[in-house]
């Protein structure tokens, strides 16, 4: 009885959190548009909207979830709060999908011992003009939410080509609550920002919303914070490349506003929404991307660090993104050999993204999608049958600051055909960016496409291979300006069997007076002996089972394996 209640507390307990050392933080459903806020607890609370899969468009967004941290690493899902079946004017929408649901970006306030979560719906039999902003209320940030019966009253006019334009109401509400205990409301959507204080009740406008003015390239997803006096209005504009999220200050929490620039440039995703807020001594800049679908209708939210000049203005925003980590947290060291296969851990969306499903090996890597076959003549993995839309990532340990050269042991699998590729470190591609060309070449001879002047520092480095088309990739080698790495080619060393069934593995294609050393997982060295083409073998039948590497060296060359002792 007490294995079974503590199996299912472990259950409990790793159902309820999600770990995520990096962005994006939520991976276990798409979600998008996240509205942050500190409450009393001390707990940072995020808001989002949710992506259904398969996606319909824009239609399919349903079941509102809330997350929470207190060390901005481990966010708890407190579950889902709200969907569309519980809104009480929802009526089918004819313009739209059957399926559609249209529970776009909401946000939550907190007032008089309650709280409020805003959101937007349609009111139909057409969507695109029928919006209205419901609310629900509940004694708690993330539970209990009682949707009131019926929407705000939120009638905005405008002029458009001389006529008079009036809508029951536009899309992404926030509010904002100041240091007077002042309420505000914005909504804004199809270009159109506007603004009004509301009443104490926190569901009535005080007079008419009015248009936010001085909003240089507003598109939609109003954010409201305050900073030293200073009132911030952030938003998506509508750049063509991407929507990037800029921001207008004031003096007034209604403007007029002065544009300032932009703290987010687009992400993976055609569409941006996010907030700002500051949270244990650190601002915060929360957004969406589509780094875990591959498609901007499947979105998944992410956050990273804020920064602000001396005059108060916002500096641009890095993105960055959890890229795996090193497969089977050995991590290659720098200058030295990868195998292709060898990728990062982490899964689709992290360490690498394959265009189809299913792995092409039947013995390595089995439940991922990158392409693996396996070359039997040389007992040599390779990834294979890539695409212009992938990308795999590998982590490495680079042990001295140097200019390094990479060879690439690569080939393109069909006779005239030419391909490219390009490289990503640290999310920042090689200079230009460069693509390098990668020829036809067979199997039994792979071919070596250098990429020289890549300058890197002492520790732990990503690089990010992008290809542009299909090809043949078996490892690469980094070669510091001061090494004496090289490429093992014509006369490499061969390690058979690997693994072998009594733990002796011996080595061909060496020269006479070869050093090799064998080290562990963790780095140290097991074995170390000196081999010729007559005394060839590695003796780790006395070793426990799993991954272990060699280095031989000879003169002025460095040759490394891994080996796989079952």
């Known amino acids: 009885m007490k294995r079974i209640f503590l199996f299912l507390f472990l259950i409990f307990n790793l159902s309820s ?63 889902q709060i709200l969907e569309a079946s519980q809104v009480p004017w929802d009526v089918p929408v004819t313009n739209a999908s059957s399926n559609a649901t249209f529970m776009w970006a909401p946000d939550c306030a907190y007032k008089n011992g309650k709280y409020y979560f805003y959101f937007p719906h349609p009111e139909g039999p057409t969507w695109n003009d029928t919006w209205r902003i419901g609310v629900a209320v509940s004694d708690y940030p993330a539970s209990d939410f009682t ?64 248009a936010m003015t001085g909003l240089t390239g507003f598109h939609e997803g109003a954010w409201i914070f305050k900073r030293n006096g200073i009132y911030y209005l952030t938003y998506a504009d509508n750049n063509g490349g991407g929507n990037q999220l800029r921001y207008a200050t004031s003096s007034n929490p209604l403007g007029p506003w002065s544009h300032k ?21 650190q601002w915060w800049a929360l957004y969406h991307t589509a780094d875990l679908s591959g498609t901007g209708l499947l979105r998944s939210i992410c956050v990273d660090s804020l920064f602000f000049n001396s005059d108060g203005t916002i500096q641009i925003v890095k993105q960055t993104k959890d890229q795996g980590t090193p497969y089977k947290g050995v991590l290659p060291t720098v200058p030295g050999n990868i195998e292709a296969e060898d990728y990062n851990d982490g899964g689709k969306g992290i360490a690498y993204w394959d265009a189809t499903e299913g792995n092409a090996s039947l013995e390595y890597r089995l439940n991922e999608d990158v392409d693996i076959a396996r070359y039997k003549q040389k007992n040599m993995y390779y ?32 006779s005239g055909q030419m391909q490219k590729f390009y490289l990503e470190f640290d999310y920042t591609k090689t200079s230009n960016p460069k693509r390098y060309d990668v020829a036809y070449t067979p199997l039994s001879a792979l071919g070596t496409v250098s990429v020289p002047n890549v300058s890197l520092t002492k520790g732990v480095h990503t690089m990010r291979f992008i290809p ?45 007076n070869t050093q090799a050393s064998v080290s562990d997982i963790n780095g140290k060295i097991i074995l170390k002996k000196t081999l010729n083409p007559q005394n060839n073998t590695l003796d780790l039948s006395a070793n426990v089972a799993g991954i272990y590497f060699l280095q031989l060296k000879t003169k002025d060359k460095i040759f490394t394996a891994k080996l796989i002792r079952k």
């Not at 980094?478 to 011996?506: H, L, Y």
């Open 17 to 79: 959190f999600l770990f995520a050392q990096g962005n994006p933080f939520v991976r276990d459903i798409y979600t998008a548009d996240p509205s942050a806020h500190l409450w009393a607890d001390g707990r940072l609370y995020v808001y989002p909207s949710h992506d259904i899969e398969p996606p319909s468009g824009c239609d399919r967004m349903d079941k509102y979830h809330v997350y929470s941290t207190n060390d901005m690493i481990h966010w708890t899902d407190h579950g």
């Open 147 to 210: 949707i009131l019966p019926e929407p705000m009253n939120t009638t905005v006019s405008w002029l458009e080509n001389g006529q008079t334009v009036t809508a029951p109401g536009l899309i992404d509400p926030c509010v904002f609550i100041d240091d007077d205990g002042r309420a505000y409301f914005y909504m804004g959507g199809g270009n159109r920002c506007f603004g009004g204080r509301l009443k104490e009740n926190m569901i009535e406008i005080e007079g008419e919303l009015q």
């Open 261 to 281: 620039g932009v703290y987010l440039t687009p992400t993976t995703s055609d569409t941006s929404h996010g907030s700002v807020v500051e949270y244990n001594g």
């Open 383 to 414: 990834v294979t049958s890539m695409a212009s839309n992938e990308y795999i990532n590998y982590s490495f340990n680079v042990l001295h600051d140097d200019i390094y050269t990479i060879n690439f042991l690569i080939g393109t699998p069909q």
């Open 468 to 512: 542009q088309g299909n090809m043949n990739f078996d490892k690469f080698t980094f070669v510091g300006a001061s090494s004496t790495i090289e490429m093992p080619q014509t006369k490499a060393a061969v390690v058979f069997p690997n693994p072998p069934s009594d733990g002796i593995f011996r080595v061909a294609g060496i020269e006479m």
